[in-house]
């Protein structure tokens, strides 16, 4: 993207930063966001011997991303991206046929998918529904001792609907649904639960807590120590979340015939089920995992990165449960996802290649009505995170994995 940079002001600005003039991120405010970024890239190619030029080619407005994505920006990252399907999804939000947009640079992931994906189309498509909705934020305070922690607990519950107005006064779309107290001695941790309608929301519940939290402290004797006291619990592994659920908590299911799974999968209802069982559900007991499945991260990965989702959550996305049964016709499998954390608006989605992902699954921006287009997006992931579920355990219970990554140069 060169014909967008002054390089005599992008060297000018990389010898002002090395001679200690300036600092890298004070280079916005002395030229456009492609000239600060390419003397950036300068200074790291000198400080380093690296060659950034790869970078450097980028296609979106570089004052786009450096206003709200990114700091100290340099370029972009690419990752390949690709699709699987097309799938029939019978969802609460989501209804037709799609294919799924997914980046990684995982070789096999797509070809996982794309067979899972093939079998349930072929059987008629998956079911998936979101069946809880609540994005979490929550505040730790400080008591003088238990009475006062109780004391303040009982404040909270009873005063709900002021915390609510004063929550909501923040934001035009996001609604306080509950708070609910926690008490460990001179602690009380406050879980505050909203919906942010088509906004994963993060940014939206901190400031609406905010607020919130200024009223208990004028009301209460209790002091506020963190505005998050990780109850809530946001990118880090958290029982709370795999019960609870945070985000949307999302199930897809499918019912795939006999002869399907012998076909096309290459093994039998019955050895899948006992897969399931052996590994995902013992297994995974006997390690104390909070996930109960075998590759659920790696389709909720991809699929963040392909839309823009913050690629961090995929630590909560990964709580997900595989159930599979074999019947006397078939096989049924579902996956239900705890903590599905997606917006179609805000955050990454804005940039121009994760808006086109969400474009291919047709639920870019706000949904009519609100919140209908990111509980779309969680059934999506969903059905994506089921089909690499029974790719990947038919591949094992047919014993034909390594092969197929061998085979794929994984």
Known sequence: MTDRVDA?????????????????????????????????????ERDSGAELETTGEYAFPAEQAAGSNIENMIGAAQIPMGVAGPVEIDGGAFEGETYLPLATTEGALLASVNRGLSVIDDAGGATARVTKRGMT????????????????AEWVRENTDQLREAAESTTSHGKLLDVTPYVVGDNVFLRFRYDTADAMGMNMVTIATGEACDVIEGETDASLVALSGNLCTDKKPAAINAVEGRGRSVTAEATLPREFVEETLKTTPEAIAEVNTRKNLIGSAKAGSLGFNAQVANVVAAMYLATGQDAAQVVEGSNGIVSVEAREDGLYAAVSLASIEVGTVGGGTKLPTQAEGLDVLGIRGGGDPAGSNADALAECVATGALAGELSLLSALASRNLSSAHAELGR
């Open 137 to 152: 934020r929550a505040p730790v305070f400080r008591t003088s001792g238990i009475a006062e922690s109780q004391a303040l």
């Open 8 to 44: 005599g002001t992008a060297e000018e600005l990389a010898d002002r930063v090395e001679s200690g003039d300036l600092r890298l991120y004070e280079l916005d405010d002395h030229a456009d966001a492609d000239t600060a970024a390419a003397a950036r890239r300068l200074v790291v």
